[in-house]
Protein backbone atom coordinates (compact mmCIF):
# COMPACT_ATOMS: atom_id res chain seq x y z
CA UNK A 1 0.00 0.00 0.00
CA UNK A 2 1.21 3.53 -0.98
CA UNK A 3 1.90 6.27 1.37
CA UNK A 4 -1.22 7.91 -0.64
CA UNK A 5 -3.30 4.68 -0.11
CA UNK A 6 -2.27 4.77 4.01
CA UNK A 7 -3.31 8.66 4.40
CA UNK A 8 -6.79 7.56 2.27
CA UNK A 9 -7.34 4.76 4.42
CA UNK A 10 -7.01 6.58 7.64
CA UNK A 11 -8.51 9.95 6.37
CA UNK A 12 -10.86 12.18 8.64
CA UNK A 13 -12.56 14.36 6.82
CA UNK A 14 -14.71 16.16 9.67
CA UNK A 15 -11.98 16.68 12.08
CA UNK A 16 -12.71 20.62 12.45
CA UNK A 17 -15.41 19.75 14.24
CA UNK A 18 -13.47 18.87 17.38
CA UNK A 19 -9.91 19.77 16.11
CA UNK A 20 -8.04 17.43 18.43
CA UNK A 21 -4.54 15.47 17.75
CA UNK A 22 -4.60 13.24 15.17
CA UNK A 23 -6.58 15.93 13.56
CA UNK A 24 -7.54 14.15 10.18
CA UNK A 25 -5.52 11.28 10.30
CA UNK A 26 -7.01 8.54 12.74
CA UNK A 27 -5.48 4.68 12.78
CA UNK A 28 -7.52 1.90 14.13
CA UNK A 29 -6.37 -0.94 16.03
CA UNK A 30 -9.03 -3.61 16.52
CA UNK A 31 -8.81 -6.03 19.29
CA UNK A 32 -10.66 -9.32 20.37
CA UNK A 33 -11.85 -9.38 23.64
CA UNK A 34 -13.51 -12.68 23.75
CA UNK A 35 -13.87 -14.77 20.60
CA UNK A 36 -16.59 -14.31 17.86
CA UNK A 37 -17.93 -12.25 21.06
CA UNK A 38 -16.87 -8.82 21.65
CA UNK A 39 -14.20 -6.65 20.03
CA UNK A 40 -12.97 -2.97 20.82
CA UNK A 41 -11.40 -0.71 18.30
CA UNK A 42 -9.03 1.94 19.52
CA UNK A 43 -8.30 5.20 18.24
CA UNK A 44 -6.43 8.38 19.71
CA UNK A 45 -7.14 11.74 20.86
CA UNK A 46 -5.49 14.70 22.38
CA UNK A 47 -4.24 17.92 22.65
CA UNK A 48 -0.51 19.24 22.94
CA UNK A 49 0.51 15.55 22.46
CA UNK A 50 -1.34 14.71 25.86
CA UNK A 51 -2.96 11.64 23.94
CA UNK A 52 -5.16 8.99 25.12
CA UNK A 53 -6.95 5.74 23.49
CA UNK A 54 -10.68 6.49 22.87
CA UNK A 55 -12.66 3.37 22.38
CA UNK A 56 -15.64 1.46 20.64
CA UNK A 57 -16.92 -1.94 21.83
CA UNK A 58 -18.89 -4.76 19.49
CA UNK A 59 -20.81 -7.20 20.52
CA UNK A 60 -22.18 -10.30 18.78
CA UNK A 61 -26.16 -10.52 19.28
CA UNK A 62 -27.19 -14.15 20.43
CA UNK A 63 -29.59 -13.99 17.48
CA UNK A 64 -27.47 -12.40 14.86
CA UNK A 65 -26.01 -9.15 14.00
CA UNK A 66 -24.01 -6.76 16.04
CA UNK A 67 -24.52 -4.21 18.28
CA UNK A 68 -21.58 -1.15 18.54
CA UNK A 69 -21.63 0.94 21.75
CA UNK A 70 -19.94 4.26 21.83
CA UNK A 71 -19.03 4.52 17.62
CA UNK A 72 -14.85 5.91 16.71
CA UNK A 73 -14.50 7.49 13.52
CA UNK A 74 -15.74 5.57 10.49
CA UNK A 75 -12.59 5.59 8.42
CA UNK A 76 -11.87 3.46 5.77
CA UNK A 77 -9.52 1.47 8.00
CA UNK A 78 -12.41 1.13 10.90
CA UNK A 79 -15.21 0.28 8.51
CA UNK A 80 -13.02 -2.57 6.78
CA UNK A 81 -12.73 -3.88 9.90
CA UNK A 82 -16.13 -3.24 10.79
CA UNK A 83 -17.56 -5.15 7.09
CA UNK A 84 -15.25 -8.45 8.64
CA UNK A 85 -17.18 -8.65 11.22
CA UNK A 86 -20.37 -8.12 9.40
CA UNK A 87 -19.76 -10.76 6.68
CA UNK A 88 -18.93 -13.23 9.82
CA UNK A 89 -21.83 -12.35 12.06
CA UNK A 90 -24.37 -10.29 10.27
CA UNK A 91 -25.47 -6.39 9.94
CA UNK A 92 -25.07 -3.84 12.89
CA UNK A 93 -28.66 -3.79 14.24
CA UNK A 94 -27.85 -1.28 17.20
CA UNK A 95 -25.85 1.94 17.74
CA UNK A 96 -25.53 3.29 21.30
CA UNK A 97 -24.43 6.86 22.67
CA UNK A 98 -24.17 6.08 25.66
CA UNK A 99 -22.73 9.43 26.73
CA UNK A 100 -24.61 13.02 27.40
CA UNK A 101 -21.36 14.96 27.80
CA UNK A 102 -18.50 13.49 25.79
CA UNK A 103 -18.42 15.67 22.76
CA UNK A 104 -15.96 13.27 21.50
CA UNK A 105 -17.91 10.14 21.66
CA UNK A 106 -21.03 12.43 19.91
CA UNK A 107 -19.42 13.88 16.95
CA UNK A 108 -19.26 9.98 15.41
CA UNK A 109 -22.48 9.00 15.99
CA UNK A 110 -24.10 10.50 12.81
CA UNK A 111 -21.11 9.65 10.28
CA UNK A 112 -21.23 6.27 11.70
CA UNK A 113 -24.56 5.65 11.19
CA UNK A 114 -24.73 6.69 7.43
CA UNK A 115 -22.45 3.96 7.25
CA UNK A 116 -24.99 1.40 8.82
CA UNK A 117 -28.13 2.73 7.27
CA UNK A 118 -30.44 -0.45 8.79
CA UNK A 119 -28.84 0.34 12.10
CA UNK A 120 -31.24 1.75 14.72
CA UNK A 121 -29.41 4.46 16.99
CA UNK A 122 -29.87 4.89 21.15
CA UNK A 123 -28.79 7.72 23.01
CA UNK A 124 -28.53 8.22 26.50
CA UNK A 125 -31.60 10.68 27.72
CA UNK A 126 -31.00 14.42 28.41
CA UNK A 127 -28.90 15.28 25.25
CA UNK A 128 -27.76 18.74 24.74
CA UNK A 129 -26.19 20.95 22.86
CA UNK A 130 -25.07 24.64 23.64
CA UNK A 131 -25.82 27.61 23.15
CA UNK A 132 -29.24 26.79 21.68
CA UNK A 133 -30.85 23.09 22.02
CA UNK A 134 -30.99 21.65 18.96
CA UNK A 135 -33.20 18.80 17.92
CA UNK A 136 -30.97 15.54 17.60
CA UNK A 137 -31.30 15.52 13.64
CA UNK A 138 -29.80 18.79 13.44
CA UNK A 139 -26.78 17.38 15.67
CA UNK A 140 -26.15 14.63 12.64
CA UNK A 141 -28.08 12.16 14.11
CA UNK A 142 -29.75 10.04 11.32
CA UNK A 143 -33.86 11.29 11.23
CA UNK A 144 -36.51 8.61 11.61
CA UNK A 145 -34.36 5.62 12.95
CA UNK A 146 -32.59 7.89 16.34
CA UNK A 147 -34.35 7.42 19.55
CA UNK A 148 -33.69 7.82 23.23
CA UNK A 149 -32.74 5.04 25.56
CA UNK A 150 -36.14 4.26 27.73
CA UNK A 151 -35.44 4.27 31.55
CA UNK A 152 -36.06 0.32 31.75
CA UNK A 153 -33.64 -1.99 29.24
CA UNK A 154 -36.23 -4.60 28.79
CA UNK A 155 -38.11 -2.00 26.65
CA UNK A 156 -35.30 -2.23 24.25
CA UNK A 157 -35.34 -4.71 20.91
CA UNK A 158 -32.02 -5.73 22.32
CA UNK A 159 -33.08 -6.56 25.94
CA UNK A 160 -32.56 -10.39 25.00
CA UNK A 161 -28.27 -9.62 25.15
CA UNK A 162 -28.12 -6.57 27.05
CA UNK A 163 -29.36 -4.56 30.30
CA UNK A 164 -28.56 -0.78 31.19
CA UNK A 165 -28.59 1.55 33.99
CA UNK A 166 -28.99 5.18 33.09
CA UNK A 167 -26.52 7.81 35.55
CA UNK A 168 -27.75 11.08 35.76
CA UNK A 169 -29.06 13.49 34.70
CA UNK A 170 -26.06 15.56 37.14
CA UNK A 171 -26.93 19.21 36.67
CA UNK A 172 -23.61 20.94 36.04
CA UNK A 173 -24.76 24.49 34.59
CA UNK A 174 -24.32 24.54 31.33
CA UNK A 175 -25.77 21.28 30.51
CA UNK A 176 -26.11 17.78 32.74
CA UNK A 177 -23.40 14.45 32.91
CA UNK A 178 -25.11 11.55 32.04
CA UNK A 179 -24.05 7.85 31.07
CA UNK A 180 -25.43 4.63 30.04
CA UNK A 181 -23.82 1.55 31.29
CA UNK A 182 -24.57 -1.36 29.61
CA UNK A 183 -24.25 -4.70 30.88
CA UNK A 184 -23.86 -7.77 28.12
CA UNK A 185 -24.83 -10.93 29.86
CA UNK A 186 -23.80 -13.71 27.67
CA UNK A 187 -19.90 -12.87 28.14
CA UNK A 188 -20.45 -10.71 31.99
CA UNK A 189 -18.82 -8.04 30.71
CA UNK A 190 -20.09 -4.20 31.82
CA UNK A 191 -19.63 -1.30 29.21
CA UNK A 192 -18.79 1.70 30.24
CA UNK A 193 -17.90 4.98 28.85
CA UNK A 194 -15.88 7.73 31.45
CA UNK A 195 -16.36 6.79 34.84
CA UNK A 196 -14.24 4.09 35.50
CA UNK A 197 -10.64 4.04 34.16
CA UNK A 198 -7.39 2.33 34.70
CA UNK A 199 -3.65 3.63 34.40
CA UNK A 200 -1.60 1.19 32.83
CA UNK A 201 2.43 1.25 33.17
CA UNK A 202 2.71 0.35 29.55
CA UNK A 203 1.86 3.01 26.54
CA UNK A 204 -1.52 1.68 25.82
CA UNK A 205 -1.55 -0.41 22.52
CA UNK A 206 -3.25 2.27 20.35
CA UNK A 207 -0.43 4.98 21.38
CA UNK A 208 2.41 2.15 19.04
CA UNK A 209 0.60 3.51 16.32
CA UNK A 210 1.85 7.15 17.69
CA UNK A 211 5.45 7.25 18.94
CA UNK A 212 5.91 10.97 18.33
CA UNK A 213 3.63 12.16 21.17
CA UNK A 214 5.64 9.40 23.94
CA UNK A 215 8.68 10.78 22.76
CA UNK A 216 7.67 14.65 22.95
CA UNK A 217 6.48 13.96 26.62
CA UNK A 218 9.76 11.99 27.34
CA UNK A 219 11.94 15.26 26.91
CA UNK A 220 12.93 16.75 30.10
CA UNK A 221 14.20 19.93 28.28
CA UNK A 222 13.51 21.41 25.23
CA UNK A 223 16.77 20.52 23.75
CA UNK A 224 16.29 16.84 24.12
CA UNK A 225 15.60 14.89 21.04
CA UNK A 226 14.69 11.52 23.03
CA UNK A 227 16.00 8.19 21.40
CA UNK A 228 12.38 5.78 20.47
CA UNK A 229 13.12 2.98 23.21
CA UNK A 230 10.74 1.20 24.87
CA UNK A 231 12.39 2.67 27.95
CA UNK A 232 11.66 6.62 26.60
CA UNK A 233 8.25 5.56 24.98
CA UNK A 234 7.33 4.41 28.95
CA UNK A 235 8.73 7.30 30.62
CA UNK A 236 6.66 9.78 27.97
CA UNK A 237 3.45 7.42 29.11
CA UNK A 238 3.87 8.08 32.64
CA UNK A 239 3.75 12.19 32.12
CA UNK A 240 1.03 12.12 29.12
CA UNK A 241 -1.06 9.93 31.98
CA UNK A 242 -0.46 12.23 34.55
CA UNK A 243 -1.23 15.04 32.36
CA UNK A 244 -4.34 13.68 31.15
CA UNK A 245 -5.88 12.90 34.74
CA UNK A 246 -4.94 15.85 36.72
CA UNK A 247 -4.39 18.53 33.91
CA UNK A 248 -1.60 20.01 35.59
CA UNK A 249 -0.40 17.65 38.64
CA UNK A 250 2.05 18.51 41.60
CA UNK A 251 5.15 16.92 39.94
CA UNK A 252 5.00 19.41 37.09
CA UNK A 253 6.05 23.14 36.79
CA UNK A 254 5.94 25.21 34.08
CA UNK A 255 8.93 27.47 32.34
CA UNK A 256 7.91 31.51 32.58
CA UNK A 257 6.63 31.99 29.03
CA UNK A 258 9.53 34.24 28.37
CA UNK A 259 12.02 31.57 29.17
CA UNK A 260 10.06 29.17 26.90
CA UNK A 261 10.05 30.91 24.04
CA UNK A 262 14.17 31.81 24.01
CA UNK A 263 14.56 27.98 24.40
CA UNK A 264 12.33 27.13 21.56
CA UNK A 265 14.52 29.56 19.42
CA UNK A 266 17.81 28.13 20.14
CA UNK A 267 16.62 24.48 19.61
CA UNK A 268 17.15 22.30 16.29
CA UNK A 269 13.78 20.67 15.91
CA UNK A 270 11.46 24.20 14.67
CA UNK A 271 9.02 21.94 13.00
CA UNK A 272 5.14 22.16 13.64
CA UNK A 273 5.22 18.46 14.76
CA UNK A 274 7.64 19.86 17.47
CA UNK A 275 5.34 22.17 18.27
CA UNK A 276 7.81 24.98 16.91
CA UNK A 277 10.41 23.95 19.37
CA UNK A 278 7.64 25.16 22.60
CA UNK A 279 8.19 22.73 26.00
CA UNK A 280 7.22 24.62 28.72
CA UNK A 281 7.17 21.83 30.82
CA UNK A 282 10.16 20.94 33.68
CA UNK A 283 9.48 17.55 35.95
CA UNK A 284 10.50 17.38 39.58
CA UNK A 285 13.21 15.03 40.50
CA UNK A 286 10.53 13.03 41.76
CA UNK A 287 7.77 13.00 39.58
CA UNK A 288 7.61 9.11 39.12
CA UNK A 289 6.01 8.71 42.51
CA UNK A 290 3.33 11.14 41.80
CA UNK A 291 2.42 8.41 38.34
CA UNK A 292 2.96 5.03 41.07
CA UNK A 293 0.45 6.34 42.66
CA UNK A 294 -1.61 7.59 40.15
CA UNK A 295 -1.11 3.96 38.48
CA UNK A 296 -1.61 1.49 41.92
CA UNK A 297 -0.62 -1.73 39.96
CA UNK A 298 -4.01 -0.92 37.51
CA UNK A 299 -6.43 -0.15 40.20
CA UNK A 300 -9.77 1.13 38.99
CA UNK A 301 -10.56 4.34 39.40
CA UNK A 302 -12.83 7.13 38.85
CA UNK A 303 -11.07 10.08 37.12
CA UNK A 304 -10.05 12.69 39.90
CA UNK A 305 -12.11 15.59 37.21
CA UNK A 306 -15.33 13.71 37.77
CA UNK A 307 -14.34 13.33 41.15
CA UNK A 308 -14.01 16.69 42.07
CA UNK A 309 -16.49 18.78 39.11
CA UNK A 310 -19.26 16.10 38.30
CA UNK A 311 -19.98 13.16 40.68
CA UNK A 312 -19.78 15.16 43.91
CA UNK A 313 -22.57 17.31 42.76
CA UNK A 314 -24.70 14.36 43.06
CA UNK A 315 -23.18 11.80 45.40
CA UNK A 316 -26.60 10.06 46.42
CA UNK A 317 -27.93 9.88 42.49
CA UNK A 318 -24.29 8.78 41.96
CA UNK A 319 -24.02 5.90 44.70
CA UNK A 320 -27.59 4.77 43.42
CA UNK A 321 -26.47 4.31 40.51
CA UNK A 322 -23.07 2.03 41.23
CA UNK A 323 -25.64 0.09 43.57
CA UNK A 324 -27.70 -0.67 40.45
CA UNK A 325 -24.68 -1.64 38.90
CA UNK A 326 -23.16 -3.74 41.15
CA UNK A 327 -25.82 -6.11 40.80
CA UNK A 328 -24.71 -7.33 37.86
CA UNK A 329 -22.38 -10.38 38.34
CA UNK A 330 -19.65 -8.79 35.70
CA UNK A 331 -16.38 -10.35 35.26
CA UNK A 332 -14.59 -7.80 33.22
CA UNK A 333 -14.60 -4.05 32.85
CA UNK A 334 -14.62 -2.64 29.34
CA UNK A 335 -14.41 1.50 29.53
CA UNK A 336 -13.58 3.83 26.75
CA UNK A 337 -10.48 5.51 27.44
CA UNK A 338 -7.19 3.88 28.76
CA UNK A 339 -6.53 0.22 29.43
CA UNK A 340 -9.43 -2.40 28.59
CA UNK A 341 -10.44 -5.43 28.87
CA UNK A 342 -10.22 -4.61 33.60
CA UNK A 343 -10.80 -7.81 35.45
CA UNK A 344 -12.87 -6.35 37.78
CA UNK A 345 -16.44 -7.43 39.58
CA UNK A 346 -18.69 -5.93 41.74
CA UNK A 347 -17.19 -4.94 44.30
CA UNK A 348 -13.99 -3.65 43.14
CA UNK A 349 -16.02 -1.28 40.53
CA UNK A 350 -18.45 -0.06 44.17
CA UNK A 351 -14.90 0.67 46.08
CA UNK A 352 -13.39 3.07 43.27
CA UNK A 353 -16.15 5.26 44.32
CA UNK A 354 -15.49 5.26 47.73
CA UNK A 355 -14.69 8.64 47.21
CA UNK A 356 -18.20 10.03 47.26
CA UNK A 357 -18.38 9.27 51.32
CA UNK A 358 -15.75 11.81 52.22
CA UNK A 359 -16.12 14.68 49.78
CA UNK A 360 -12.74 16.38 49.57
CA UNK A 361 -10.55 13.91 50.87
CA UNK A 362 -8.69 10.76 49.82
CA UNK A 363 -9.64 7.89 51.46
CA UNK A 364 -7.59 4.61 52.26
CA UNK A 365 -8.88 2.42 49.10
CA UNK A 366 -8.10 5.87 46.99
CA UNK A 367 -5.09 7.36 47.96
CA UNK A 368 -4.33 10.16 45.34
CA UNK A 369 -2.62 12.64 46.71
CA UNK A 370 -4.42 15.84 47.86
CA UNK A 371 -1.68 18.17 46.34
CA UNK A 372 -2.78 16.60 42.74
CA UNK A 373 -5.58 17.98 43.05
CA UNK A 374 -5.23 21.50 43.48
CA UNK A 375 -6.28 22.73 39.82
CA UNK A 376 -9.37 20.76 40.08
CA UNK A 377 -10.07 22.57 43.40
CA UNK A 378 -9.24 25.79 42.44
CA UNK A 379 -11.81 25.25 38.75
CA UNK A 380 -14.18 23.43 41.21
CA UNK A 381 -14.40 26.48 43.77
CA UNK A 382 -13.96 29.39 40.42
CA UNK A 383 -17.01 27.27 38.96
CA UNK A 384 -19.16 27.72 42.19
CA UNK A 385 -18.21 31.13 42.87
CA UNK A 386 -19.56 32.21 39.22
CA UNK A 387 -22.55 30.31 39.27
CA UNK A 388 -21.58 28.43 36.15
CA UNK A 389 -22.20 25.22 38.28
CA UNK A 390 -23.92 23.94 41.33
CA UNK A 391 -21.77 23.36 44.44
CA UNK A 392 -20.15 19.90 45.51
CA UNK A 393 -23.32 18.28 47.48
CA UNK A 394 -22.95 16.49 50.86
CA UNK A 395 -23.69 12.73 51.05
Given at each position: ??Q?????D????F?????????G?????K??????????????????????P??M???R?????????????????C???????V???????Y?I????????H?V????F??Q?P??????????????????????????G????????S?????????????L??IGL??????????????????????????I??E????????P??L?????????D??A??????R???????????Y???????V????????????T????????????P???????????????????????????S?????????????????????????????????L??D???????F??????G??S?????????????????????????T????P?
Amino acid sequence: MTQGQKSKDFAWPFWPLVPIYPYGQRRTLKREIIPDTLWTFEQVQGIFYVVVPIRMTVVRLEAGGLLVYAPVAPTRQCLRMMDDLVARYGEVKYIILPTVTGLEHKVFVGPFARQFPSAQVFVAPNQWSYPVQLPLSWLGFPRGRTQVLPQESANTPFSDDFDYQLLGPIGLGLGPFGEAAFYHRRSRSLLLTDTIISIPNEPPPALDLYPKPLLFHAKDTAFDQPADTPENRRKGWHRIALFSVYFAPSALDVVPLGETLRRAFKTRDHSRESYFGLYPFAWKPDWEDSFEKLHRNGALLVAPVLQSLILNRAPQETLAWVDQVSQWPFERIVPCHLSAPLSADAQVFRQAFSFLYRPGHRSDADPLPEEDFELLYQLDKTLTKRGITPPAKPL
